[in-house]
């Protein structure tokens, strides 16, 4: 009862910079900022399967780098 008696003005106070404190975060939360990339839900649903969404490539395998040579088998 000591709260709600003698300290009403620092507890009134108290909790309005609390809800400063709280309205700003939010604000510096959600803010827009240019250099920060965001999704697009809307555009991400609109895209269609087609031919130019992938390229399939036939290539020929290489040997790896540093792996083990395969020897030539010649017949004799």
């Given at each position: 009862?000591?709260?709600?008696?003698?300290?009403?003005?620092?507890?009134?106070?108290?909790?309005?910079?609390?809800?400063?404190?709280?309205?700003?975060?939010?604000?510096?939360?959600?803010?827009?900022?240019?250099?920060?990339?965001?999704?697009?839900?809307e555009?991400?649903?609109r895209?269609?399967?087609?031919?130019?969404?992938?390229?399939?490539?036939?290539?020929?395998?290489?040997?790896?780098?540093?792996?083990?040579?395969?020897?030539?088998?010649?017949?004799?």
């Amino acid at each position: 009862m000591v709260l709600y008696t003698v300290y009403v003005y620092p507890f009134e106070i108290a909790a309005v910079i609390l809800l400063v404190a709280i309205v700003a975060a939010i604000r510096l939360t959600l803010r827009h900022r240019p250099e920060t990339k965001y999704q697009k839900p809307e555009r991400q649903v609109r895209v269609t399967k087609g031919p130019d969404r992938i390229r399939i490539v036939n290539m020929p395998s290489e040997a790896k780098a540093g792996g083990p040579a395969t020897p030539k088998v010649t017949p004799e």
